[in-house]
Protein backbone atom coordinates (compact mmCIF):
# COMPACT_ATOMS: atom_id res chain seq x y z
CA UNK A 1 0.00 0.00 0.00
CA UNK A 2 1.37 3.74 -0.74
CA UNK A 3 0.42 6.09 1.52
CA UNK A 4 0.58 10.05 -0.21
CA UNK A 5 0.75 13.63 1.88
CA UNK A 6 -3.16 14.96 2.40
CA UNK A 7 -2.94 18.43 0.58
CA UNK A 8 -0.24 20.77 2.65
CA UNK A 9 -1.36 18.93 5.94
CA UNK A 10 1.05 16.19 8.04
CA UNK A 11 -1.61 13.66 7.49
CA UNK A 12 -0.12 10.85 5.04
CA UNK A 13 -3.04 8.40 3.72
CA UNK A 14 -3.40 5.33 2.22
CA UNK A 15 -3.86 5.22 -1.49
CA UNK A 16 -7.04 3.31 -1.13
CA UNK A 17 -9.78 5.18 1.64
CA UNK A 18 -12.27 2.83 3.15
CA UNK A 19 -15.69 4.20 2.48
CA UNK A 20 -18.64 3.34 5.39
CA UNK A 21 -21.55 4.69 4.30
CA UNK A 22 -23.65 1.26 3.85
CA UNK A 23 -22.69 0.90 7.53
CA UNK A 24 -26.54 0.55 9.38
CA UNK A 25 -28.30 0.30 5.69
CA UNK A 26 -26.89 -2.50 3.83
CA UNK A 27 -24.02 -3.50 6.33
CA UNK A 28 -24.56 -4.67 10.17
CA UNK A 29 -22.22 -3.72 12.96
CA UNK A 30 -20.51 -6.99 12.37
CA UNK A 31 -20.32 -6.89 8.71
CA UNK A 32 -19.07 -3.43 8.81
CA UNK A 33 -16.18 -4.26 12.09
CA UNK A 34 -15.22 -7.42 9.74
CA UNK A 35 -14.48 -5.22 6.89
CA UNK A 36 -12.54 -2.61 8.80
CA UNK A 37 -10.35 -5.23 10.27
CA UNK A 38 -9.40 -6.44 6.54
CA UNK A 39 -8.78 -3.00 5.77
CA UNK A 40 -6.89 -1.91 8.16
CA UNK A 41 -5.03 -5.77 8.03
CA UNK A 42 -4.36 -4.58 4.22
CA UNK A 43 -2.51 -1.22 4.93
CA UNK A 44 -5.21 0.89 4.72
CA UNK A 45 -5.15 3.18 7.83
CA UNK A 46 -7.74 6.03 6.18
CA UNK A 47 -11.61 5.56 6.67
CA UNK A 48 -13.95 7.94 5.50
CA UNK A 49 -17.95 8.68 7.01
CA UNK A 50 -20.51 11.41 7.53
CA UNK A 51 -22.48 12.21 9.94
CA UNK A 52 -25.64 11.65 7.55
CA UNK A 53 -24.57 7.53 6.98
CA UNK A 54 -25.97 5.51 5.91
CA UNK A 55 -27.79 6.24 2.57
CA UNK A 56 -30.40 6.62 1.78
CA UNK A 57 -30.71 8.74 4.35
CA UNK A 58 -33.29 8.39 6.66
CA UNK A 59 -34.05 9.91 10.72
CA UNK A 60 -34.41 6.45 12.09
CA UNK A 61 -30.60 5.38 10.78
CA UNK A 62 -28.79 8.82 10.69
CA UNK A 63 -25.52 8.46 12.34
CA UNK A 64 -25.66 4.70 12.52
CA UNK A 65 -22.58 4.39 10.59
CA UNK A 66 -20.39 7.08 13.23
CA UNK A 67 -21.67 4.69 15.85
CA UNK A 68 -20.43 1.50 13.96
CA UNK A 69 -17.19 3.09 13.68
CA UNK A 70 -17.21 4.13 17.14
CA UNK A 71 -17.66 0.59 19.11
CA UNK A 72 -14.54 -0.82 16.74
CA UNK A 73 -12.43 2.26 17.10
CA UNK A 74 -12.51 2.12 20.73
CA UNK A 75 -10.67 -1.08 20.47
CA UNK A 76 -8.00 0.03 18.52
CA UNK A 77 -4.91 2.17 18.56
CA UNK A 78 -6.39 5.26 17.57
CA UNK A 79 -3.19 7.48 16.51
CA UNK A 80 -2.34 4.35 13.45
CA UNK A 81 -5.22 5.49 11.96
CA UNK A 82 -6.77 8.50 9.79
CA UNK A 83 -10.25 9.23 10.41
CA UNK A 84 -12.27 11.82 8.55
CA UNK A 85 -16.09 12.82 8.69
CA UNK A 86 -17.96 15.12 7.44
CA UNK A 87 -21.14 17.49 8.21
CA UNK A 88 -24.47 18.54 6.10
CA UNK A 89 -24.74 21.50 4.15
CA UNK A 90 -27.84 23.38 3.58
CA UNK A 91 -30.49 23.00 0.82
CA UNK A 92 -31.45 19.39 1.53
CA UNK A 93 -34.87 18.23 3.68
CA UNK A 94 -32.57 16.64 6.64
CA UNK A 95 -34.17 18.70 9.58
CA UNK A 96 -33.83 15.52 11.81
CA UNK A 97 -30.29 15.96 12.04
CA UNK A 98 -30.39 19.41 13.49
CA UNK A 99 -33.45 20.89 14.77
CA UNK A 100 -31.91 24.40 12.08
CA UNK A 101 -30.23 22.71 9.66
CA UNK A 102 -31.29 24.84 7.11
CA UNK A 103 -28.87 27.34 8.48
CA UNK A 104 -26.30 25.11 8.01
CA UNK A 105 -22.93 26.20 8.11
CA UNK A 106 -23.65 28.44 11.83
CA UNK A 107 -21.26 28.55 14.23
CA UNK A 108 -23.76 26.87 16.34
CA UNK A 109 -24.40 23.91 13.82
CA UNK A 110 -20.57 23.48 13.19
CA UNK A 111 -19.98 23.23 16.96
CA UNK A 112 -22.75 20.39 17.50
CA UNK A 113 -22.04 18.74 14.38
CA UNK A 114 -18.18 18.48 15.52
CA UNK A 115 -19.61 17.38 19.50
CA UNK A 116 -22.01 15.16 18.06
CA UNK A 117 -19.46 13.18 15.70
CA UNK A 118 -16.99 12.69 18.55
CA UNK A 119 -19.15 11.37 20.28
CA UNK A 120 -20.42 8.68 17.93
CA UNK A 121 -16.99 7.53 16.62
CA UNK A 122 -15.74 7.39 20.72
CA UNK A 123 -12.85 9.70 19.92
CA UNK A 124 -11.81 13.10 21.21
CA UNK A 125 -9.84 14.46 17.52
CA UNK A 126 -11.09 13.78 14.13
CA UNK A 127 -7.95 13.93 11.78
CA UNK A 128 -10.09 15.21 8.69
CA UNK A 129 -13.46 17.10 8.99
CA UNK A 130 -15.16 18.19 5.78
CA UNK A 131 -17.93 20.46 4.68
CA UNK A 132 -20.10 17.32 2.81
CA UNK A 133 -21.58 20.22 0.05
CA UNK A 134 -21.40 24.05 0.37
CA UNK A 135 -23.51 26.12 2.22
CA UNK A 136 -24.37 28.56 -0.65
CA UNK A 137 -26.47 26.95 -3.60
CA UNK A 138 -24.29 24.76 -6.21
CA UNK A 139 -25.73 22.37 -8.73
CA UNK A 140 -24.81 18.87 -7.41
CA UNK A 141 -25.07 14.78 -7.70
CA UNK A 142 -25.63 14.92 -11.47
CA UNK A 143 -26.98 18.48 -11.77
CA UNK A 144 -24.55 20.31 -14.48
CA UNK A 145 -26.45 23.16 -14.84
CA UNK A 146 -25.76 26.73 -12.63
CA UNK A 147 -29.23 28.23 -12.18
CA UNK A 148 -28.65 31.93 -10.57
CA UNK A 149 -32.27 31.65 -9.70
CA UNK A 150 -31.68 29.15 -7.04
CA UNK A 151 -29.26 31.16 -5.03
CA UNK A 152 -29.97 31.04 -0.96
CA UNK A 153 -28.86 32.91 1.86
CA UNK A 154 -25.64 31.09 3.11
CA UNK A 155 -22.92 31.31 5.82
CA UNK A 156 -19.59 33.67 4.67
CA UNK A 157 -16.90 31.14 3.74
CA UNK A 158 -14.68 33.30 6.16
CA UNK A 159 -16.90 32.81 8.75
CA UNK A 160 -16.93 29.01 8.48
CA UNK A 161 -13.80 28.89 8.55
CA UNK A 162 -13.18 31.56 11.34
CA UNK A 163 -15.85 28.83 13.35
CA UNK A 164 -13.75 25.75 12.10
CA UNK A 165 -10.68 27.42 13.48
CA UNK A 166 -11.86 27.33 16.76
CA UNK A 167 -12.44 23.89 16.49
CA UNK A 168 -9.12 23.20 15.42
CA UNK A 169 -7.63 25.46 18.44
CA UNK A 170 -9.64 23.22 21.13
CA UNK A 171 -8.30 19.83 19.20
CA UNK A 172 -11.00 18.21 18.00
CA UNK A 173 -10.21 18.62 14.88
CA UNK A 174 -6.67 18.66 12.97
CA UNK A 175 -7.27 19.81 9.13
CA UNK A 176 -10.17 21.33 7.52
CA UNK A 177 -11.92 19.86 3.85
CA UNK A 178 -14.55 20.39 1.21
CA UNK A 179 -16.60 18.45 -0.85
CA UNK A 180 -18.88 18.88 -4.06
CA UNK A 181 -17.12 21.88 -4.09
CA UNK A 182 -16.14 24.06 -7.20
CA UNK A 183 -12.99 25.81 -8.62
CA UNK A 184 -14.89 29.00 -7.48
CA UNK A 185 -15.28 27.77 -3.63
CA UNK A 186 -11.81 25.95 -3.55
CA UNK A 187 -10.37 29.16 -4.32
CA UNK A 188 -12.71 31.05 -2.18
CA UNK A 189 -12.09 29.00 1.35
CA UNK A 190 -7.93 29.27 -0.13
CA UNK A 191 -8.02 33.00 -0.46
CA UNK A 192 -10.23 33.61 2.67
CA UNK A 193 -7.54 31.70 5.07
CA UNK A 194 -4.40 33.32 3.09
CA UNK A 195 -5.80 36.90 3.63
CA UNK A 196 -7.53 36.34 7.47
CA UNK A 197 -4.72 33.70 8.74
CA UNK A 198 -7.26 31.02 9.02
CA UNK A 199 -7.23 26.71 8.23
CA UNK A 200 -6.85 26.33 4.96
CA UNK A 201 -8.59 23.50 3.72
CA UNK A 202 -6.48 20.28 2.84
CA UNK A 203 -8.67 18.59 0.72
CA UNK A 204 -11.58 18.39 -1.44
CA UNK A 205 -13.92 15.31 -1.86
CA UNK A 206 -15.81 15.21 -5.48
CA UNK A 207 -16.92 12.33 -7.83
CA UNK A 208 -13.97 11.16 -9.89
CA UNK A 209 -14.36 7.72 -12.01
CA UNK A 210 -14.31 6.70 -15.93
CA UNK A 211 -17.73 8.11 -16.23
CA UNK A 212 -16.80 11.12 -14.77
CA UNK A 213 -13.78 13.30 -15.39
CA UNK A 214 -15.24 16.80 -15.19
CA UNK A 215 -12.16 17.12 -12.33
CA UNK A 216 -9.35 17.05 -15.22
CA UNK A 217 -9.74 20.68 -16.27
CA UNK A 218 -10.34 23.50 -13.90
CA UNK A 219 -10.68 21.75 -10.92
CA UNK A 220 -7.25 19.95 -11.30
CA UNK A 221 -5.29 23.36 -12.51
CA UNK A 222 -6.90 24.64 -8.84
CA UNK A 223 -6.17 22.35 -6.48
CA UNK A 224 -2.51 21.76 -8.22
CA UNK A 225 -1.94 25.48 -7.43
CA UNK A 226 -4.12 25.78 -3.98
CA UNK A 227 -1.75 22.45 -3.32
CA UNK A 228 -5.61 21.15 -2.67
CA UNK A 229 -5.41 16.82 -1.98
CA UNK A 230 -8.28 14.64 -4.40
CA UNK A 231 -10.40 12.41 -2.89
CA UNK A 232 -12.13 10.65 -5.24
CA UNK A 233 -15.27 8.99 -4.27
CA UNK A 234 -17.01 6.78 -6.12
CA UNK A 235 -14.57 5.41 -8.16
CA UNK A 236 -16.90 2.66 -9.81
CA UNK A 237 -19.70 4.79 -10.21
CA UNK A 238 -21.66 3.43 -7.38
CA UNK A 239 -21.05 -0.12 -9.06
CA UNK A 240 -21.89 0.68 -12.67
CA UNK A 241 -18.58 0.13 -13.80
CA UNK A 242 -18.13 -3.01 -12.70
CA UNK A 243 -20.11 -4.11 -15.25
CA UNK A 244 -22.69 -5.83 -13.27
CA UNK A 245 -25.54 -3.30 -14.44
CA UNK A 246 -25.11 -4.10 -17.99
CA UNK A 247 -27.51 -6.73 -18.17
CA UNK A 248 -30.81 -7.85 -15.52
CA UNK A 249 -29.86 -5.36 -12.75
CA UNK A 250 -28.66 -8.31 -10.04
CA UNK A 251 -30.73 -7.96 -6.74
CA UNK A 252 -29.36 -6.70 -3.44
CA UNK A 253 -27.20 -4.71 -5.80
CA UNK A 254 -27.37 -0.95 -4.27
CA UNK A 255 -28.68 0.98 -7.57
CA UNK A 256 -31.07 -2.49 -7.09
CA UNK A 257 -32.44 -1.58 -4.07
CA UNK A 258 -31.94 2.32 -4.32
CA UNK A 259 -32.85 3.31 -7.97
CA UNK A 260 -33.23 6.97 -7.13
CA UNK A 261 -29.37 6.92 -6.61
CA UNK A 262 -28.38 5.66 -9.95
CA UNK A 263 -29.80 8.97 -11.92
CA UNK A 264 -26.69 10.41 -12.38
CA UNK A 265 -25.65 6.67 -13.91
CA UNK A 266 -29.02 6.30 -16.39
CA UNK A 267 -27.92 9.02 -18.90
CA UNK A 268 -27.41 8.73 -22.42
CA UNK A 269 -24.04 6.64 -23.41
CA UNK A 270 -23.59 5.98 -19.96
CA UNK A 271 -23.98 1.84 -20.81
CA UNK A 272 -22.19 2.07 -23.83
CA UNK A 273 -19.47 3.60 -22.46
CA UNK A 274 -19.22 0.73 -19.38
CA UNK A 275 -19.25 -1.92 -22.14
CA UNK A 276 -16.44 -0.02 -24.14
CA UNK A 277 -14.47 0.37 -20.80
CA UNK A 278 -15.29 -3.54 -19.98
CA UNK A 279 -13.86 -4.92 -23.06
CA UNK A 280 -10.61 -3.10 -22.13
CA UNK A 281 -10.21 -4.97 -19.06
CA UNK A 282 -11.02 -8.56 -20.78
CA UNK A 283 -8.66 -7.89 -23.58
CA UNK A 284 -5.86 -7.65 -20.85
CA UNK A 285 -7.77 -10.03 -18.18
CA UNK A 286 -8.46 -7.70 -15.91
CA UNK A 287 -12.35 -7.20 -14.09
CA UNK A 288 -13.98 -4.50 -14.81
CA UNK A 289 -13.24 -2.77 -11.33
CA UNK A 290 -9.95 -3.78 -11.14
CA UNK A 291 -9.39 -1.60 -14.66
CA UNK A 292 -11.84 1.28 -12.96
CA UNK A 293 -9.90 1.39 -9.87
CA UNK A 294 -6.53 1.34 -11.15
CA UNK A 295 -7.55 3.97 -13.67
CA UNK A 296 -8.51 6.52 -10.71
CA UNK A 297 -5.43 5.71 -8.92
CA UNK A 298 -3.14 6.75 -11.63
CA UNK A 299 -4.19 10.22 -11.85
CA UNK A 300 -1.81 12.70 -10.43
CA UNK A 301 -4.16 14.49 -8.72
CA UNK A 302 -5.98 11.78 -6.96
CA UNK A 303 -4.66 11.90 -3.32
CA UNK A 304 -6.87 8.36 -2.72
CA UNK A 305 -9.73 6.91 -3.92
CA UNK A 306 -12.51 6.23 -1.48
CA UNK A 307 -14.03 2.44 -2.10
CA UNK A 308 -17.01 0.77 -0.40
CA UNK A 309 -18.36 -2.27 -0.67
CA UNK A 310 -21.27 -4.60 0.47
CA UNK A 311 -19.41 -7.49 0.61
CA UNK A 312 -16.18 -8.91 2.15
CA UNK A 313 -15.75 -10.59 -1.17
CA UNK A 314 -15.84 -7.31 -3.17
CA UNK A 315 -13.37 -4.94 -0.47
CA UNK A 316 -11.21 -7.77 -1.02
CA UNK A 317 -10.62 -7.40 -5.25
CA UNK A 318 -11.37 -3.54 -4.98
CA UNK A 319 -7.95 -3.37 -2.22
CA UNK A 320 -6.26 -6.13 -4.31
CA UNK A 321 -6.19 -3.27 -7.12
CA UNK A 322 -3.95 -1.34 -5.97
CA UNK A 323 -1.46 -4.18 -7.52
CA UNK A 324 -2.29 -3.40 -10.77
CA UNK A 325 -0.87 -0.55 -13.14
CA UNK A 326 -2.05 0.36 -16.15
CA UNK A 327 0.22 0.50 -19.13
CA UNK A 328 0.36 3.51 -21.46
CA UNK A 329 -1.20 1.51 -24.35
CA UNK A 330 -4.25 0.48 -21.59
CA UNK A 331 -4.36 4.02 -20.84
CA UNK A 332 -4.51 5.18 -24.89
CA UNK A 333 -7.06 3.26 -25.21
CA UNK A 334 -9.35 4.57 -22.44
CA UNK A 335 -9.06 8.28 -23.39
CA UNK A 336 -9.81 7.07 -27.17
CA UNK A 337 -13.25 5.70 -25.31
CA UNK A 338 -13.31 9.21 -23.30
CA UNK A 339 -13.24 11.03 -26.31
CA UNK A 340 -16.31 9.02 -27.80
CA UNK A 341 -18.01 9.33 -24.96
CA UNK A 342 -16.49 12.52 -22.92
CA UNK A 343 -18.35 12.05 -18.57
CA UNK A 344 -21.33 11.02 -19.41
CA UNK A 345 -22.52 10.81 -15.98
CA UNK A 346 -20.97 14.04 -14.63
Known amino acids: MKYNQLGESDLKVSEICLGTMTYGQQNTINDAHQQLDYAIAQGINFIDTAEMYPVPPRQETQGST ?164 LLAYSPLGFGTLSGKYLQAPPAGARLTEFPNFGQRYNKINVKEAVGEYAAIAKQYNLSPSTLALAFVRSRWFVTSSIIGATTLEQLQENIDSVNTTLSPEILAKIDEIHRRYPSPAP
Open 66 to 229: ESYIGEWLAHQQRDRLILATKMIGAGRAYKWVRDDSQAALSRKNILQAVDDSLKRLQTDYIDLYQIHWPDRYVPMFGQTIFDPTQERESVPIAEQLSTFAEVIQAGKIRYLGVSNETPWGVCQFSQAAAQLKLPKIASIQNAYNLLNRVFDSALAEVCYREKVG
